[in-house]
Every structure is written in structure tokens, then in C-alpha cells.
């Protein structure tokens, strides 16, 4: 009866012992409660608890990554779109993490739903579309500040996709065309207007030039010449004759 007792009494010793014996790891923190009350947060490593009276929490410090499900929000240019997110977040404070908040997990991921459409609603879709690393740097502000309070830090919000509506795409695609054919008839007009002012340019230098328009014609023809065609159509300019009409009539004033 007695070695059964002693038997009986050394399990139990066993048992408690073990239940007094907590292992965390490096990225874990054990924060301790003491007949409801609060002691602190302890780890990584081995350390020991009152069993019965002592309560560990265990709260993991990694960097957690979260997926913010598609939220249906109306942007501030009444443009219906769909939008998900991820949010990334760390505890930088365990034991706020575990007495202000009851799930900090729910909590954050509530918080995020919440801001996302908060802030489409704010954004024209121009904006949401061409400007979202500053959206994100928004987000992350926001979700930040309202969760410091429970000890977890915000460092990153990226907004994913944006869902716009069939038609809306369309008109986005109908437009885009249009600048770009704006584009091109400016680009071309411009050209044109290069061109037009270079011409202007080379016709005035000819022109004070009259030896420079006889070499351009026989450049011209040397061009047209070496294509082999048969015949050929060639403008006789009046420059050519110019000076055999200015002395035929110098000779008949002075006769």
C-alpha cells in the first residue's frame, strides 16, 4: 500500500513538473498570467511556471502575411470596383497583443477590410489606377496607427488587383485609343511642320543662290538618269535662262 502511494505521489510530482516547465521558441514570447493577473511576457528559451496558479499565452513574433478579401467599394467618380489587398504585420508587443485585444489576428484583418474601402471611396479611378504605391503608403498609415494600440506594427500594405466593370474597360480602351491617335497626328503634324520649315530654309539659300539651283537640277537629273528609264519629264527651270534675258536686254537698250 505504502510503495503504491509513493509510486502514486511520484507521478504526480512527474506531472507537475512538466507542467512547470515551458519551452519557447526564438520567434515566440510566453506571456504569463498569475491567478488572472498579469506578470509579464518571457522567452525564447526554458523557463518555469507555477502550476495550477500560472497561465501561458503563447504569441508568435514572425512577420505574418494577410489576405485582404475582395471588397466591393463605389470610388469618389461613382465607379463600382472590386479590390483585394495583403497586409503585412508583426507583434512588436506581446503582452498588448494579448490583453487589449481579444483576436489581433481577426482584429487586423477587420481593420484592413474596413480602410480598403474607406479608401477607394475617397480616390477617383484615374487615381486608384495610376497612383496606387501612394495608396498603399495610405493604407499602411492608417492601419498602423489604429493597431499600435494592440502592439502589432503594420510595415507594408499592396493592393493586389483592381476589378472595374466590362463597359468601364471598354470606354478605358476606347479612350486610350484616342490618345493615341491624338498622339500621332500631333507627332506627325510636327514633322510636317519641321519638314515645311527646313524646305523654307534650303528654298531660300537656292534661291540667293542661282549656281546652287543649276547644281541641284543636275544632281536631279544624274538621280533620275541613273534609274534607267526611258523617258524622262523634267521642269526646265526659268533661273537657267534668267541671265541670257537680262543681256539680250541690256544689248537692245543699248542700241
Known sequence: M??????????????????????????????????????????????????????MVKVDLREHVMDVPVQEAITADNVPVKVNAVVYFRVMNPEDAVVKIQNYMVATSQMAQTTLRSIIGQV????????????????????????????????????KDVEIPEGMQRAMARAAEAERERRSR??????????????????????????????????????MSAEGTTKIFFPFPLEFIKPFLKEKEEKKAKS
Do not use: C, H
Not at 512547470?20 to 509579464?40: D, H, N, Q, S
Not at 542661282?210 to 543636275?218: E, V
Open 2 to 55: 505504502l510503495l503504491e502511494l509513493a509510486i502514486l505521489i511520484i507521478f504526480l510530482l512527474i506531472i507537475i513538473l512538466a507542467s512547470a516547465i515551458k519551452i519557447v521558441r526564438e520567434y515566440e514570447r510566453g506571456v504569463i498570467f498569475r491567478l488572472g493577473r498579469l506578470v509579464g511576457a518571457k522567452g525564447p528559451g526554458l523557463f518555469f511556471i507555477i502550476p495550477m496558479f500560472d497561465k
Open 124 to 159: 477617383e479611378l484615374d487615381e486608384l489606377l495610376k497612383e496606387r504605391e501612394k495608396i498603399n503608403q495610405r493604407l499602411q498609415t492608417i492601419l498602423d496607427e489604429a493597431t499600435d494600440a494592440w502592439g502589432v506594427k503594420v510595415t507594408a500594405v499592396e493592393i
Open 186 to 223: 500631333i507627332i506627325a503634324a510636327e514633322g510636317e511642320l519641321q519638314a515645311a520649315e527646313k524646305l523654307t530654309k534650303a528654298a531660300k539659300i537656292i534661291a540667293s543662290e542661282p549656281a546652287a539651283l543649276q547644281l541641284r537640277t543636275l544632281q536631279t537629273l544624274a538621280e
